[in-house]
């Protein structure tokens, strides 16, 4: 199932709901109900959010960047794992911009 994202303040965002879920876990939501889930983050709360989101992913491209200096001896054509930083990007963009613009940004709506 797919979530969008939707503030007046930047493009719709779609993203898997598993992967959702997770990022608004680290913001203090949550998909709720699984059957059709809505939600808000209020212009109120987009700063806080967007800081949670942005520590979230800056300690996963450090974990990830120490892997990545484990696995130096990879063969070629092994799969490259995507990160939480890299799944957020859109996200965060999108906060930043409603953090500016003083917009909510809602989802299942």
């Given at each position: 199932?797919?979530?969008?994202?939707?503030?007046?303040?930047?493009?719709d965002?779609?993203m898997?709901?598993?992967?959702?879920?997770?990022?608004?876990?680290?913001?203090?939501?949550?998909?709720?109900?699984e059957?059709?889930?809505?939600?808000?983050?209020?212009?109120g709360?987009?700063p806080?959010?967007?800081?949670?989101l942005?520590?979230?992913?800056?300690?996963?491209r450090?974990?990830?960047?120490?892997?990545?200096?484990?696995?130096?001896?990879?063969?070629?054509?092994q799969a490259?794992?995507?990160?939480l930083?890299?799944?957020?990007f859109?996200?965060?963009?999108?906060?930043?911009?409603?953090?500016?613009?003083?917009?909510?940004?809602?989802?299942?709506?």
């Amino acid at each position: 199932m797919l979530v969008t994202f939707k503030s007046k303040a930047a493009a719709d965002v779609p993203m898997y709901a598993e992967h959702a879920k997770l990022l608004l876990a680290i913001v203090g939501k949550s998909l709720e109900p699984e059957s059709a889930p809505r939600g808000i983050i209020t212009a109120g709360d987009v700063p806080a959010a967007l800081a949670k989101l942005k520590s979230a992913a800056d300690a996963s491209r450090r974990t990830q960047k120490d892997h990545a200096n484990d696995q130096c001896d990879e063969e070629p054509g092994q799969a490259i794992s995507v990160g939480l930083a890299q799944r957020a990007f859109p996200l965060i963009e999108m906060l930043e911009r409603a953090a500016k613009d003083q917009r909510d940004i809602v989802w299942g709506v």
